[in-house]
């Protein structure tokens, strides 16, 4: 008899793609039930194990692997998006700093940070975000006058190495790419626009950006290709992409695709799959 994937399943694939995250992958808090509590259609859950298994593959590879200390001392900020925060002033009411206890400013360095930090075997960095990347959208944002852009990649890959400091309610955060660098900081409070205190750019581009990841249980060809159009536009043009889909539909813009099985869950068969597509991804970054 077939089995219909849940969410549950997943998290306990993740397990064996990243034991040492055990304390990250069994946090239960608001922010976790957004992956784990919601049901396998809003696709967070898909998203996180395709995560995982890009770590997972890429110690296989020869990578060496690092997560940033905040995570295992707040694991409820490794499932944020990598957006700084923000009010949403249209709404009264909404705010960053409301329903649960962790701080603002923890939120706002967590934003900042990489879920994870790959060093190549020819020791080359690349930093994973999920769900944005702040450092684009802060550099965005400088020349447009403070609007946000919302296309935000699942997630993405960069060659790149960044350094962020916590002191007295400000962040100081020095990003580094081919040579050039973006460096700046931004006062942790919450409002509608980003809160720039300081800003430098010495030429880096979105040409940084080496690898986008997007993550569906059933987006069709053609949203998934005017998507990742759009992410291109915005990131970098030359950026490998993939597709991780539950839906078994062929896009003719992503470099790599793959189908998974939603409605037959066969654990060997899910990792495996899964497993092979990630692997010919990261193989173009070594």
């Not at 100081?172 to 040579?179: L, P, V």
């Not at 626009?193 to 880096?204: A, D, F, K, R």
């Not at 799959?273 to 193989?283: A, C, E, Y």
């Given at each position: 008899m077939s089995k219909m994937i849940t969410t549950e399943d997943l998290r306990e694939l993740s397990i064996t793609f990243c034991p040492e995250l055990e304390y990250i992958i069994y946090n239960n808090s608001l922010e976790s039930i957004s992956t784990w509590g919601k049901g396998l259609q809003t696709g967070k859950s898909i998203e996180f194990i395709t995560l995982l298994s890009i770590l997972h593959n890429a110690k296989r590879l020869g990578f060496s692997i690092e997560i940033p200390q905040i995570f295992f001392e707040e694991p409820a900020l490794f499932y944020q998006r990598n957006v700084?925060?923000?009010?949403h002033g249209a709404q009264a009411g909404h705010s960053n700093s409301i329903r649960d206890n962790i701080p603002l400013n923890l939120k706002f360095l967590a934003s900042l940070t990489p879920k994870a930090i790959l060093k190549s075997p020819d020791n080359r960095t690349f930093l994973v975000f999920r769900e944005g990347h702040p450092i684009h959208l802060v550099d965005y944002a400088t020349k447009n006058r403070g609007q946000f852009y919302f296309e935000r990649p699942d997630?993405?890959?960069?060659?790149?190495?960044?350094?962020?400091?916590?002191?007295?309610?400000v962040i100081?955060?020095?990003?580094?790419?081919?040579?050039k660098e973006i460096s700046g900081s931004l006062k942790t409070i919450n409002q509608p626009?980003?809160?720039?205190?300081?800003?430098?750019?010495?030429?880096?581009t979105t040409?940084?950006?080496?690898?986008i990841v997007e993550c569906s249980v059933g987006k069709n060809s053609s949203n998934a290709d005017t998507q990742l159009l759009s992410y291109k536009k915005i990131f970098n043009s030359n950026a490998t992409s993939i597709l991780?889909?539950?839906?078994?539909?062929?896009?003719?813009?992503?470099?790599?695709?793959?189908?998974l099985?939603?409605?037959?869950?066969r654990?060997?068969?899910?990792?495996?799959?899964?497993?092979?597509?990630?692997?010919?991804?990261?193989?173009?970054?070594?």
């Open positions: 700084i925060p923000y009010h997630i993405v890959l960069c060659e790149a190495q960044i350094i962020n400091t916590l002191a007295q309610g100081n955060f020095h990003y580094i790419s081919c040579g626009t980003i809160p720039l205190i300081t800003y430098n750019n010495t030429g880096v040409e940084f950006t080496a690898g991780v889909n539950g839906k078994k539909d062929i896009t003719n813009h992503y470099d790599i695709q793959i189908t099985d939603l409605n037959n869950f654990p060997e068969s899910f990792t495996s799959i899964l497993n092979s597509g990630v692997l010919t991804f990261l193989k173009n970054f070594i």
